[in-house]
């Protein structure tokens, strides 16, 4: 990546595929015999559509009654969603806990912009020493609104008085990075730590 060193005031990063190894494959793969059935329930049943619910603040137990109903032969596997959704957490990513904490340590402002039912956030708050890195948390949960609205960003750069300009935002999903852009905000699409740590020091950033 080309030098493009410019004055930045602060980092945002994502949570889940940055900085945490989320994925409800942890959990039902030890719960299906067969990972066909496994990939099939979770296009069918449990879909990233329906997830996204519980992101914008959707009660996850309601949730998955809701959709035990419709699907009362899988009911078992769609209540493990509400009773087992920490299991979907393999743990940190120690690459980029280790690049938020030196950048944290150089003096640079950092935030978390993430999309994240409100309940698993404050039970990974808790779990992850890193969170309290952060000078603020973005969670659409409590928010009301997720990634890529918008909307999410502009709560972001407003409540925190940020210039969508010097701000770096670093997520793993394109169509997050491509919203970011779109207002304005420097945005990386993470891939390794590595990769993140080259395009910081791109950026002129520890």
Same mark, same amino acid.
């Given at each position: 990546?080309?030098?493009?060193?410019?004055?930045?005031?602060?980092?945002?990063?994502?949570?889940?595929?940055?900085?945490?190894?989320?994925?409800?494959?942890?959990?039902?793969?030890?719960?299906?015999?067969?990972?066909?059935?496994?990939?099939?329930?979770?296009?069918?049943?449990?879909?990233?559509?329906?997830?996204?619910?519980?992101?914008?603040?959707?009660?996850?137990?309601?949730?998955?009654?809701?959709?035990?109903?419709?699907?009362?032969?899988?009911?078992?596997?769609?209540? #493990?969603? *509400?009773? +087992?959704?920490?299991?979907? &957490? @393999?743990? /940190? $990513?120690?690459?980029?806990? %280790? =690049?938020?904490?030196e950048v944290k340590a150089a003096g640079m402002?950092?935030?978390?912009?993430?999309?994240?039912?409100?309940?698993?956030?404050?039970?990974?708050?808790?779990?992850?020493?890193?969170?309290?890195?952060?000078?603020?948390?973005?969670?659409?949960?409590?928010?009301?609104?997720?990634?890529?609205?918008?909307?999410?960003?502009?709560?972001?750069?407003?409540?925190?008085?940020?210039?969508?300009?010097?701000?770096?935002?670093?997520?793993?999903?394109?169509?997050? #990075?491509? *919203?970011? +852009?779109?207002?304005?905000? &420097? @945005?990386? /699409? $993470?891939?390794?730590?590595? %990769? =993140?740590?080259?395009?910081?020091?791109?950026?002129?950033?520890?």
């Amino acid at each position: 990546m080309a030098t493009d060193q410019r004055e930045i005031d602060a980092v945002v990063f994502d949570i889940g595929g940055v900085l945490l190894d989320w994925d409800p494959r942890y959990v039902y793969r030890c719960l299906f015999d067969d990972p066909a059935d496994m990939e099939e329930f979770l296009a069918r049943v449990c879909t990233s559509d329906w997830h996204r619910a519980h992101d914008l603040g959707a009660d996850i137990t309601r949730s998955c009654e809701q959709l035990a109903l419709r699907y009362p032969e899988h009911r078992d596997m769609i209540m #493990v969603w *509400a009773e +087992r959704g920490e299991e979907m &957490v @393999a743990g /940190q $990513f120690d690459g980029t806990v %280790r =690049l938020l904490g030196e950048v944290k340590a150089a003096g640079m402002p950092c935030y978390a912009l993430s999309n994240m039912e409100p309940d698993a956030f404050l039970l990974r708050r808790a779990r992850f020493a890193f969170m309290d890195l952060f000078d603020a948390h973005v969670i659409s949960g409590f928010e009301g609104v997720a990634k890529p609205d918008p909307a999410i960003f502009r709560i972001l750069l407003d409540r925190y008085g940020l210039r969508a300009d010097r701000s770096v935002f670093i997520d793993d999903q394109a169509r997050n #990075v491509a *919203a970011a +852009r779109e207002l304005g905000l &420097v @945005a990386l /699409q $993470f891939s390794t730590p590595d %990769r =993140l740590r080259r395009d910081l020091h791109a950026l002129g950033l520890p």
